[in-house]
């Protein structure tokens, strides 16, 4: 049985934030993460309702067989 989309990349999404963040919590890495987030969360959100509806439309073309 396939998985569906959201439970595969989201969880990993929010892994590598977190290691993004902590990474520049230790200055490990040297990242103004706000100001990039703040420029680009209309685009997170847009690529979060596309994976959606990818998974939606691959659920319903799955009843249909």
Same mark, same amino acid.
């Given at each position: 049985?396939?998985?569906?989309?959201?439970?595969?990349v +989201?969880p990993l !999404?929010?892994? +590598? +934030? *977190?290691?993004?963040?902590l990474?520049?919590t230790?200055?490990?890495v040297? #990242?103004d993460?706000w100001?990039?987030v703040?420029?680009w #969360?209309p +685009?997170?959100?847009?690529l979060l *309702?596309?994976?959606v509806?990818?998974?939606? !439309? /691959?659920?319903? /073309?799955?009843?249909k067989?």
């Amino acid at each position: 049985m396939r998985r569906p989309f959201i439970e595969v990349v +989201a969880p990993l !999404v929010v892994m +590598a +934030a *977190g290691v993004l963040l902590l990474l520049n919590t230790l200055d490990v890495v040297t #990242w103004d993460i706000w100001n990039d987030v703040g420029r680009w #969360w209309p +685009a997170l959100i847009i690529l979060l *309702g596309l994976g959606v509806l990818i998974q939606n !439309v /691959s659920r319903r /073309s799955g009843h249909k067989n």
